[in-house]
Structure formats: structure tokens, C-alpha cells
């Protein structure tokens, strides 16, 4: 479900996270582990001021962007948030034993349209290189929850 709005951001910043399951195991790239994600990821923005954009699973990590309102819980509350949601959720339904996540998250802020755009071209092409798929439209293992857009000016 995508939301009917567009969160621009010029004070929130924009974030691009990295997290990788523990071990590096191979369990994410399934409709399980998207539904998931996506669900978590959905209600974030109004559960905790975090809305997700652009998401691509690969096998043994997950890359996206998100950016927070002016009233979210902080990066650190979130991030442990959602790891600890999912961790419980798809260690029980891909039937995988713990811990799920390995314990640091990548993360940073992009500067701009330009950057997050170009970030974005750059992550959606992951499965090409690994050789899951042959163009990034095949891979379905990715996604958009909100339109993320930079303000102009």
C-alpha cells in the first residue's frame, strides 16, 4: 500500500540504511520477508515519524531510504524498533533461528535530489551485479512506500 502523499524534506534529513542479517544468511529475498518489511515499513510513519521510500531486498541485506517528521523517534529508537519488529516476526515465519540482524546498521544522509537519485540507481542495480536478475525491473524484491522528494529552494 503506498501512501497518497509525498514527504518532501529539506529540514528532516534523508537517510540510506544497510542492514545485514546475522551470519549473512540468505533468507531475505522471498515474499515472506517482503511482506514483512513492507508492513513494518508502512505503518512507521504514523506509528513513529519514519517514512521509508525507495527498498530493494537482496538475499542477505536490505537497503532503503527513509526520513523522519519533525516529532519521530530518534534514528537509533527507530532502527532498533523495526530490526526488533521484523527479527521476531521472520525468525518464526522463514523458521530460522536467532539472532535475525547483525547488530549494527549502516547508515547516512544523503545531500540531495541528485544524490539520493543517484543512490537509488546505484542500489536498484544490486541484483544485476550479483546475477539474480538481468535488468532491475525483473528483481521483485523491491519497492516504494512514499515518495520521498527533496523541496526546491
Known amino acids: 500500500m503506498r501512501l497518497p502523499h509525498v514527504i518532501p524534506f529539506r529540514k528532516s534529513p534523508v537517510y540510506f540504511f544497510t542492514a545485514c542479517v546475522h551470519s549473512r544468511h540468505r533468507v531475505l529475498a522471498?515474499?515472506?520477508a517482503f511482506d514483512v518489511l513492507s508492513e513494518i515499513w508502512e505503518r512507521s510513519g504514523?506509528?513513529?515519524g519514519w517514512y521509508v521510500g525507495n527498498f530493494v531486498l537482496m538475499?542477505?541485506?536490505?537497503?532503503?531510504f527513509a526520513t523522519p517528521i519533525v516529532t519521530a523517534k530518534t534514528r537509533e529508537a527507530w532502527t532498533k524498533m523495526w530490526k526488533s519488529v521484523s527479527a521476531r516476526r521472520l525468525l518464526k515465519e522463514l523458521n530460522c533461528s536467532p539472532p535475525f540482524w547483525q547488530g549494527d546498521t549502516f547508515d547516512h544522509v544523503l545531500r540531495g535530489n541528485e544524490s539520493y537519485a543517484e543512490k537509488w540507481k546505484h542500489v536498484k542495480q544490486n541484483p544485476v551485479r550479483a546475477?539474480?536478475?538481468?535488468?532491475?525491473?525483473?528483481?521483485?524484491?523491491?519497492?516504494?512506500?512514499?515518495?520521498?522528494?527533496?523541496?526546491?529552494?
Request: with cysteine; glycine share 8%.
Open 30 to 32: 522471498n515474499r515472506n
Open 131 to 153: 546475477g539474480l536478475c538481468s535488468s532491475p525491473e525483473e528483481w521483485p524484491w523491491q519497492g516504494e512506500i512514499t515518495q520521498l522528494k527533496f523541496e526546491d529552494g
Open 46 to 48: 504514523s506509528v513513529d
Open 59 to 64: 538475499p542477505d541485506h536490505v537497503h532503503f
